[in-house]
T-cell receptor, first 116, second 110 residues
Framework: GAGVSQSPSNKVTEKGKDVELRCDPI?????LYWYRQSLGQGLEFLIY????????KSGLPSDRFSAERTGGSVSTLTIQRTQQEDSAVYLC??????????????FGPGTRLTVL | KQEVTQIPAALSVPEGENLVLNCSFT??????LQWFRQDPGKGLTSLLL?????REQTSGRLNASLDKSSGRSTLYIAASQPGDSATYLC?????????FGKGTRLSVIA
């Protein structure tokens, strides 16, 4: 079946604009994760959704970042009033899991965000 | 707080050589450990997942071992090929769903 898909693959925006990044997980996967990979940095956890439970937002760096997952499937990560330090690759992953992080995670190709 | 370290940060080997990548983690109470591959400008590809009850997992030329008590995992690549050139990342569940190392950048020279 299809893997995790993300759109757009690349996004260039001006400082101060809002952006929306989309993730379509593997069908049937109940857990969805967002990570950020900045140049020269490791992968940083942002937010985790599991079924209908309240999301784990502990990794979001500021209140400019938010995410939602509609119908237990597609997720949108929104960054408001983008800053240059938001420039990074945003990666989405999904898994079959009951406990956070315990299932094998499958990643999408990422969205490369550049804030000018 | 779980921390994951990978050494070396970069490795260059001639084609055909066998090699070992190292991963260490500070909290041995892990549920599993996952190895990934990342090609430049791409997402992560899952290579192997080892459950905490397992000692090793094999997939083709790849063999991953896990020693929970010492907080270590190794990824063994046999008969390396230029197509194996990529960054290899290990990750474990921790205070966040996955805690990643910074990766080992592997170059296999033809």
């Amino acid at each position: 079946g299809a893997g995790v898909s993300q759109s757009p693959s690349n996004k260039v925006t001006e400082k101060g604009k809002d952006v929306e990044l989309r993730c379509d997980p593997i069908s049937g996967h109940t857990a969805l994760y967002w990570y950020r990979q900045s140049l020269g940095q490791g992968l940083e956890f942002l937010i985790y959704f599991q079924g209908n439970s309240a999301p784990d937002k502990s990794g979001l760096p500021s209140d400019r970042f938010s995410a939602e997952r509609t119908g237990g499937s597609v997720s949108t990560l929104t960054i408001q009033r983008t800053q240059q330090e938001d420039s990074a690759v945003y990666l989405c992953a999904s898994s079959l899991v009951r406990l956070a992080g315990t299932g094998e995670q499958f990643f999408g190709p990422g969205t490369r965000l550049t804030v000018l | 707080k779980q921390e994951v370290t990978q050494i070396p940060a970069a490795l260059s080997v001639p084609e055909g050589e066998n090699l070992v990548l190292n991963c260490s983690f500070t909290d041995s109470a892990i549920y599993n450990l996952q190895w990934f591959r990342q090609d430049p400008g791409k997402g992560l590809t899952s290579l192997l997942l080892i459950q905490s009850s397992q000692r090793e997992q094999t997939s083709g030329r790849l063999n991953a071992s896990l020693d929970k008590s010492s907080g270590r995992s190794t990824l063994y690549i046999a008969a390396s090929q230029p197509g194996d050139s990529a960054t290899y990342l290990c990750a474990v569940p921790g205070n966040t769903p996955l805690v990643f190392g910074k990766g080992t950048r592997l170059s296999v020279i033809a």
